[in-house]
């Protein structure tokens, strides 16, 4: 009677731990928690597939998609599971290999604890390639940027770029281009900036009262009047329109 008694305690025990399980809803974690983020992971619910006193597998099957615009080669991620105190109690691995743009792969995981499961996190073991979003600005604005030889519009313009080394070219009419280097770290946060100010301005430049910024070759000032000589047109402006001028050296004309 001991005996049965004993073992109907076991079953009662091992069927509260699977209808826990059970109740468990789906979790979506994202990764990484800050800046942009390049993986979201769904967590099915946890299955309570063994146990024998306090040691528990659970089974769980984890989808993993690659929210970027790049293949993920390669990444390795731990899967930790907590007790209702937040206490760490066991810990499970899933690695990811080239999953592409926008797909998605099931992974089923097997996890070992030393308790019933209350709560989950992912976390990086190995580097993956992630994104995080920057402000690029130039002076003046307005510039044509490309990023790594790519065309990405004009300044300001906020870019999306990866771990590693960049290359941030710049080009507007009348001003000499240029390039800056870009590195971001695995540490780096979406929201930063960069401001690059181009070369000397091959023409003269007027900024007009209104804020914008004409570029060409100075003809003359008056008391009422400026007039700019544009791709070989003039134009005349109010002296009141006019906010600042700035003139560019020019070699005086051979005698």
Do not use: C
């Not at 967590?43 to 146990?51: E, F, N, P, R, T």
């Not at 006193?53 to 998609?65: K, S």
């Not at 900024?207 to 134009?235: M, N």
């Amino acid at each position: 009677m001991t005996k049965t008694r004993m073992f109907g305690g076991l079953w009662l025990i091992l069927i509260t731990g699977m209808a826990y399980a059970k109740d468990q809803p789906q979790q979506v974690i994202m990764w990484p928690e800050s800046g942009t983020p390049v993986v979201r992971f769904t967590l099915g619910k946890l299955k309570d597939v063994a146990s024998f006193g306090n040691r528990r597998t659970y089974l769980v099957d984890v989808t993993a998609e690659n929210l970027s615009q790049k293949v993920i080669p390669s990444g390795a991620f731990s899967i930790y599971l907590f007790d209702k105190n937040k206490v760490r109690i066991g810990e499970g691995w899933l690695t990811l290999n080239n999953v592409g743009p926008g797909q998605a792969v099931k992974i089923p995981v097997n996890i070992d604890t030393s308790g019933t499961a209350s709560s989950v996190n992912i976390v990086a073991t190995r580097d993956v390639p992630r994104t995080i979003s920057i402000t690029v600005n130039s002076v003046p604005q307005g510039a044509s940027l490309k990023v790594d030889g790519n065309e990405s519009g004009t300044t300001p313009k906020m870019i999306q770029v990866g771990t590693g080394k960049h290359n941030l070219e710049f080009s507007k009419e009348g001003y000499n281009s240029g390039h800056f280097p870009l590195e971001v770290s695995p540490s780096d946060v979406s929201g930063g900036s960069v401001s690059y100010e181009l070369g000397t301005s091959a023409h003269d430049t007027i900024e007009l009262r209104d804020g914008s910024v004409l570029s060409g070759d100075l003809q003359s000032v008056s008391a009422t009047d400026v007039v700019l000589r544009i791709g070989g047109a003039l134009q005349r402006f109010s002296r009141n329109q006019v906010k600042r001028i700035s003139l560019v050296e020019r070699e005086a004309p051979a005698q």
